[in-house]
């Protein structure tokens, strides 16, 4: 039902996977296949639910100090990277702090070309389409079945925001 670390893509080594778990959840619902060159990382509070038919080829990598769900019928393509922590938090002019991680939930009958990076707080609709190299960090507010791609030039966020490097540990 789980298969993990086979080798598939000649290009990259078959290093076979690499699971490192401190204390989180790792939910399978049916079958999953994630091939050579994988790396996932799950935090003492990380929780992650692979749906049925999962499929990742090879170099997948993904980080859970929050919630990552995924849908049934999931396929993704080569060198993808899943994040649902910045690993660090933002400092806000008027005060305060980013909270530095989000869930992220990936949509039933999603396919993604390689070089994606899902980062926090990305939910995305079912049956759609991720061109290569698709970059995402929030809800993907498209109808069902679209194929999305990257804008170029997009500011994210203008103002209001910075990393402050003496102080930014993150508390989950």
């Not at 995924?70 to 393509?77: K, L, Y």
């Not at 993808?80 to 009958?109: C, E």
């Amino acid at each position: 039902m789980i298969r993990l670390g086979f080798p598939t893509v000649s290009l990259y080594p078959n290093t076979g996977i690499t699971i490192e778990n401190h204390g989180g959840t790792i939910t399978f619902n049916g079958k999953c296949s994630i091939g050579n060159n994988s790396y996932i990382s799950i935090g003492s509070k990380g929780v992650v639910e692979f749906g049925s038919n999962f499929s990742a080829t090879t170099t997948f990598r993904l980080t859970s100090y929050d919630r990552i769900v995924f849908g049934e019928r999931i396929s993704f393509g080569w060198d993808i990277l899943i994040m649902d922590t910045d690993f660090h938090k933002l400092t806000k002019q008027a005060g305060g702090y980013s909270r530095g991680h989000a869930p992220v939930v990936i949509g039933s009958n999603n396919w993604f070309g390689n070089g994606c990076r899902i980062m926090k707080r990305t939910q995305t609709p079912d049956y759609c389409v991720f061109s290569a190299g698709t970059v995402l960090s929030d809800k993907v507010d498209v109808p069902e079945y679209s194929v999305i791609g990257n804008e170029q030039k997009v500011v994210v966020k203008a103002t209001g925001v910075w990393r402050n490097i003496d102080d930014d540990t993150i508390t989950y």
